[in-house]
């Protein structure tokens, strides 16, 4: 009876790798969330059964597109096709934000991954870049890993999409799709190169260029602009020469940056 009492409650391990890795996490910011993903994926990557690694990789994809991921459109009600979200049973549903912001970041990743040699003269920026998107991020540094490689010259933007597709030995994706393609298959689609015809693989590489400088200008202003308005409301509420001089610093790159853009 002692024993059955310690084994009645026992969590099965996949319960127990989950709350491990979830504990302490409030999941409310990109980073907390990629932080507990890489977590889980370590977990599974020391998995050394293959079909069982394989097992709790499904388990933990499928959890983590719950906790986070929207169903797709679907008819009901009076008011016809509208959004439902899904449960969220772990951690709460997170809609991906279908806005300005991440159809640049997509247009970014597009252009670096169909001309790679514009790394070359943007590989500092395109390291430095803050995307909010996590699915987004994670290809970009996947981008920055295969190009910042020394080597005699550049992959190939074909050579550079095969190992942007496949996956590593052993390795957790819990970014990639259940279905309608992967993330990768969302940066390069055609709704993509209809609002940035120069990301396109086949595009001029001048013309490529400067829908980046365009593209990566916009991005940056408008992180500028909303680090100005922290900057701002922090002075008013603290009018000190240090918030003033930062607010001041941004109000300076917003201007040069606008100016470098006509």
Sequence with gaps: SAFDAILTPAQPMIDVLWNLALAGRQMRTPEERGAFSAVLKQRVA??????????????FKKRIDDAFGWKPKVFGSKQGWKNTPSPGPYLGARRPPQNKQRVMEKILLALMINHPDLFDEFGESFAGMEFQTPEFDAIRRKVMDHLSQEHDSHPTAAELRRALSSPEEGSFDPYAYDSGGSVLDEILSPETYVHAKAARADANADDARKEWLSKWQMLEQGRIKADYESARAQYRDQPTEENERRMKALQERITRLSGAAE
């Design 46 to 59: 020391q998995i050394k059964d293959e079909h069982l690694r394989a097992l709790y990789h499904s388990e």
